[in-house]
């Protein structure tokens, strides 16, 4: 019987910097989510436009994607 090898975790052999930053950014996207959807937080005002939107959720999506195509 064959062992099945388990699908890596891209970053698990990233550096120390990388890890760290994944882990703020998932903190940062888990919290912004939680304030769109459980608090009367809008995704969007007149006065902000899109901003709570792009601060709470796409900027930390933003970066964990560019840390994404970093690791290849």
């Known amino acids: 019987m064959s062992?099945?090898?388990?699908?890596s975790f891209p970053l698990?052999?990233?550096s120390p910097f990388t890890q760290w930053v994944t882990?703020?950014?998932?903190?940062?996207?888990?919290?912004g989510l939680f304030a769109l959807v459980l608090t009367p937080l809008p995704?969007?005002?007149l006065e902000s436009g899109?901003?709570?939107m792009f601060?709470?959720?796409l900027a930390p999506?933003?970066?964990?994607f560019g840390l994404?195509?970093?690791a290849g």
């Open 61 to 64: 999506a933003c970066a964990l």
């Open 3 to 7: 062992r099945r090898s388990l699908p």
């Open 12 to 14: 698990a052999d990233a």
């Open 43 to 45: 995704a969007h005002t």
């Open 23 to 31: 882990a703020i950014g998932l903190c940062w996207l888990g919290v």
């Open 55 to 57: 601060w709470l959720v």
């Open 68 to 70: 994404r195509l970093r």
């Open 50 to 52: 899109w901003s709570p």
